[in-house]
């Protein structure tokens, strides 16, 4: 039993409820309608009406943009909330980025140009930090001191990492790192657990305990997004919650972060955090459930870094690399421009600087529930926004409307890719795996080329209860699944916004629809992947990514011959090679592939020429495929000969020399050319994720398409293949 204290007995407990509200800037205007219809509008006006309640709030710079653009009178009334006393504004990353994952010159600038405009919109300038996703760096106080905030809100579990026993985390504490010092306002891990829901009687009763034993002060801090994931929404949460507030408001009062920094006597004294990351973050990067990771060692599992998630999606790690280069170019830039000398070029700086802070959101970095990494419209933007920034950099130093290549180790892998620059794409070639483009960037629509290899994540397992992935391949060629379905059964699946309920008890419509949706990728996707395919690879085996592959190329290491520029210096032709095998049987075949790729100055397409020499003098018979995935929306169609058919279809088209697929979301045309004629199969590419009300949904990142030609070299001979790719908006 806990010690009560008699004057406990008689005081008020201090609660400090803290909201949090981010809108991604790539999700439209469309998401930000709904976070003020849904979040932002119901919580001014319950504020309106409590004049008693007290709360800090967290507010992105994005949803902060959106409001002054088209809601105005919602910051007239946060700024009225302000200035009575009532809200307290907390300061973050202008885009809600991991502050530890980018230079610490945008860091300071994300967080200056935050704080400016909070207090610029409410006459009151924060002192305190709201972290992107709680996650923590030891080196933040030094950052947060030279920004000029003076306390963080931090998870009171990453205190419970630090050594603290529970009772010992509500309050305040402080930490250093170099000397410089930072209040730390940790929350109370058991009421995050209870919050979840509302303020309830375990809530209350855990809130009357800490009351109880002498504790003055809790801290919690609540997601909008994801309370109105909950059922019932934001605004029946917060009617509930404020309710509770008011009922028991003889023994507890609400108030400001503040309050607490200022009672400096008070503070617990000095504690060292390690890195730490919250139990969703750790989810994603480990793909282990939440409920596992705290069986297996609860917050000091978690006592790592956030980076984890860049080497588990590759994809994540290529795009935070990337904008790390474009914010290089942008140093440069100001390193050397002198501000107010040229008026059209500071507006360029400031323009390009504001596309860089979106693009280094934390959001695009992870699968967040109804949205992140899986979001395909978030990470066309956030390429766009990075091509933005360093085409602005380019033409402000001279270099915009030239083709220029870089080699450098993007992915920190120890191997180099071959960057090339152009005003109309930006690409990069990786010959270390593979000889792929794994970058296509064009301005105003993104990486084309950048679809996402599908994953296992740890809310299918709820799918994998019910079925099993198909086998590679059984003894006739063949697909195989497993139809021991448990009956009676249900899943609940979301098609573009419509919930359905599936029977697992229908093997036909359940079994079609895990078998294309629900599937994992044995090798990552990426463009101009060369494969041989086996005898039984079939339309069903390729679309699901478990074909048989006979060759030893996939992923393997290119040799660069040579680059090529054309006399006009307006083609850049690269030439690469490898020495593999292709498997006849339980025979290896020597076989050589001369890959060359060339990229346009003035135009967005490429152009692919292969030759594939037999080394022996043994004939190679096989089936040569590339992998083209495109990130294309689930509205494009494909056009061929006069006939037009949905892209998110499965076909197998034979003969095929040219192609048209047509995307009206991103408006654009896509024209390819294959010499000699090939098999064309094209799936679409889909994922299911989590939805915004917690269940799973179908969630559309591209259609690929795997022209193919049956080959068949006679000892020493050669064959010449072709392919081209054209944009056009």
Request: aromatic content about 6%.
């Amino acid at each position: 039993m806990p010690r009560v204290s008699l004057s406990a007995l008689w005081s008020q407990l201090e609660f400090v409820p803290v909201l949090h509200l981010h809108v991604p800037s790539g999700m439209g205007i469309q998401a930000l309608e709904r976070a003020w219809k849904r979040q932002l509008a119901p919580l001014l006006r319950a504020l309106r009406a409590h004049e008693d309640f007290r709360c800090g709030l967290h507010i992105s710079g994005s949803v902060l943009h959106g409001m002054a653009v088209h809601k105005e009178e919602g910051l007239l009334a946060l700024k009225q909330l302000v200035s009575s006393g009532q809200v307290e504004l907390v300061a973050g990353g202008w885009s809600h980025p991991f502050l530890s994952g980018i230079p610490e010159r945008d860091a300071l600038s994300q967080l200056g140009l935050q704080v400016r405009l909070l207090n610029m919109r409410t006459g009151k300038r924060p002192s305190g930090v709201y972290l992107s996703e709680g996650v923590w760096d030891p080196d933040l106080p030094r950052l947060l001191e030279r920004a000029g905030l003076s306390y963080a809100l931090v998870a009171g579990e990453l205190l419970l990492a630090a050594g603290l026993r529970p009772s010992q985390v509500p309050g305040l504490h402080h930490t250093e790192r170099g000397g410089c010092v930072l209040q730390v306002l940790a929350t109370d891990p058991t009421l995050d657990r209870l919050l979840r829901r509302t303020l309830g009687p375990d809530a209350l009763s855990h809130l009357e305990q800490r009351r109880a034993m002498g504790i003055r002060s809790v801290l919690w801090i609540g997601s909008m997004s994801a309370i109105d994931r909950r059922p019932g929404g934001f605004k029946r949460w917060l009617d509930h919650f404020l309710s509770g507030i008011n009922d028991n408001r003889h023994w507890m009062c609400t108030t400001l972060p503040s309050t607490l920094t200022k009672r400096k006597e008070e503070g617990k004294g000095l504690v060292y955090l390690p890195s730490w990351v919250p139990a969703h973050i750790a989810e994603a990067s480990t793909a282990v459930p939440e409920n596992e990771l705290r069986s297996r060692g609860g917050w000091f599992v978690r006592a790592g870094r956030w980076e984890g998630l860049m080497v588990r999606y590759a994809e994540s790690n290529r795009l935070h690399k990337r904008v790390l280069l474009a914010s290089s170019y942008l140093h440069r830039l100001r390193a050397s421009h002198k501000r107010g000398a040229n008026a059209e070029l500071d507006r360029l700086l400031d323009s390009a600087a504001l596309a860089l802070y979106r693009a280094q959101g934390s959001s695009v970095l992870w699968p967040a529930a109804g949205g992140g990494f899986y979001n395909q419209a978030l990470r066309l933007s956030t390429w766009r926004d990075m091509l933005e920034v360093e085409q602005s950099a380019r033409r402000a130093l001279g270099d915009g409307n030239q083709l220029r290549t870089l080699k450098a180790d993007v992915l920190c892998s120890g191997h180099q890719d071959l960057l090339i620059y152009g005003p109309q794409v930006h690409a990069a070639l990786e010959p270390s795996k593979g000889a792929v483009l794994a970058e296509f960037t064009v301005p105003g629509v993104g990486n084309l080329v950048e679809v996402p290899t599908r994953r296992e994540e740890p809310w299918h397992r709820s799918l994998l209860d019910h079925t099993k992935l198909p086998a590679l391949v059984s003894d006739d060629g063949e697909v195989v699944f497993d139809d021991e379905l448990s009956r009676g059964s249900k899943v609940d699946l979301e098609f573009d916004d419509e919930s359905v309920s599936c029977s697992i008890g229908d093997p036909r419509g359940v079994l079609e629809h895990l078998s294309s949706v629900f599937t994992v990728d044995r090798e990552r996707r990426a463009a101009l992947s060369d494969r041989f395919l086996g005898p039984s690879a079939t339309l069903d085996n390729l679309a699901s990514g478990q074909y048989p592959e006979v060759g030893d190329f996939l992923g393997a290491s290119y040799t660069v011959l040579s680059m090529d520029r054309s006399e006009n210096k307006e083609k850049l032709t690269v030439s690469m090679a490898r020495e593999g095998r292709v498997m006849m049987g339980r025979e290896p075949r020597l076989l050589q592939i001369r890959k060359r790729v060339s990229l346009h100055r003035d135009s967005p397409s490429f152009e692919v020429e292969y030759e594939l020499v037999n080394r022996t003098a043994e004939p190679v018979e096989s089936t040569f495929a590339v992998d083209l995935p495109l990130s294309l929306t689930r509205r494009s169609v494909i056009l061929i000969n006069g006939e037009r058919r949905s892209a998110t279809g499965r076909y197998r088209l034979e003969h095929i020399q040219n192609i048209v697929l047509a995307d009206p979301v991103l408006g654009l045309r896509v024209t390819l050319q294959f010499q000699p004629a090939c098999i064309l199969v094209s799936h679409p590419v889909v994922c299911v994720v989590r939805s915004e009300d917690g269940g799973l949904k179908e969630a559309h990142q591209g259609v690929c398409l795997l022209p193919q030609w049956p080959v068949k070299l006679w000892g020493e001979e050669r064959r010449q293949l072709e392919m081209s790719l054209k944009i056009k908006r």
